[in-house]
Structures are given as C-alpha cells and as structure tokens.
Nanobody, 115 residues
Framework: QVQLVESGGGLVQPGGSLRLSCTAS????????MGWYRQAPGKERELVAR???????NYLASVKGRFTISRDNAKNTVYLQMNSLKPEDTAVYYC?????????WGQGTQVTVSS
C-alpha cells in the first residue's frame, strides 16, 4: 500500500518562492517516475514537472526556468522548488507516483499566489 504525503503549500506574494515536498512510503521509490500536477478551479489537471528514475526531467513550458523538480532517494522524497511565482500558478498541487503502469496520488496542497 503506497502513501504519498505532501507538505509546503501556502500563501505567497507574486515573485516569491515555495518548496513542496512529497514523501512516499514505498520501498521501490528509487525506480519510480515521480511528478507534480496542479489543478485550478474550473480547469483540468495538468502535469507541471516529472522526474524519472534516471533523474531526467520534463517541465510544463510555462514553468520552465522557474520551477525545479528533484528527488532524494535516501529519503523517499520528491521536491518542487517554485521561484518567481505568478498568480496563475495558484492551484492545488498533487504529488504523483507511477509504477508498473499504476498511478498513486498525494492528498494535494494549496498554493496561492496573491498580493
């Protein structure tokens, strides 16, 4: 049974920074693909960033250069460092794990960017 626990969301002013963390209970963490998704009210959920077991990364075009995804396999944790935040980044952010064709999700954490 996989559990993903997220933390680090909150309220920040435009131009500010936040770091999201997601810690997994799974012992196979190091061979999984991890990602961060976000969903704003009335909009579809979108992939923000992805990191593979090889440490190769993919980013949504609108966050490239501002967000950085990383993983610490010794801690079973994936991070999303978010810099230069904009109001349009406001959403609920979800941690995701893919393993053997299945998806596992964190509980979601609210990120609000507002002055």
């Amino acid at each position: 049974q996989v559990q993903l626990v997220e933390s680090g969301g909150g309220l920040v002013q435009p131009g500010g920074s936040l770091r999201l963390s997601c810690t997994a209970s799974a012992s196979i963490f190091s061979i999984t693909t991890m990602g961060w998704y976000r969903q704003a009210p009335g909009k579809e959920r979108e992939l923000v960033a992805r990191i593979f077991s090889s440490d190769t990364t993919n980013y949504l075009a609108s966050v490239k250069g501002r967000f950085t995804i990383s993983r610490d396999n010794a801690k079973n944790t994936v991070y999303l460092q978010m810099n230069s935040l904009k109001p349009e980044d406001t959403a609920v952010y979800y941690c995701n794990m893919k393993y053997l064709g299945r998806d596992y999700w964190g509980q979601g954490t609210q990120v609000t960017v507002s002055s």
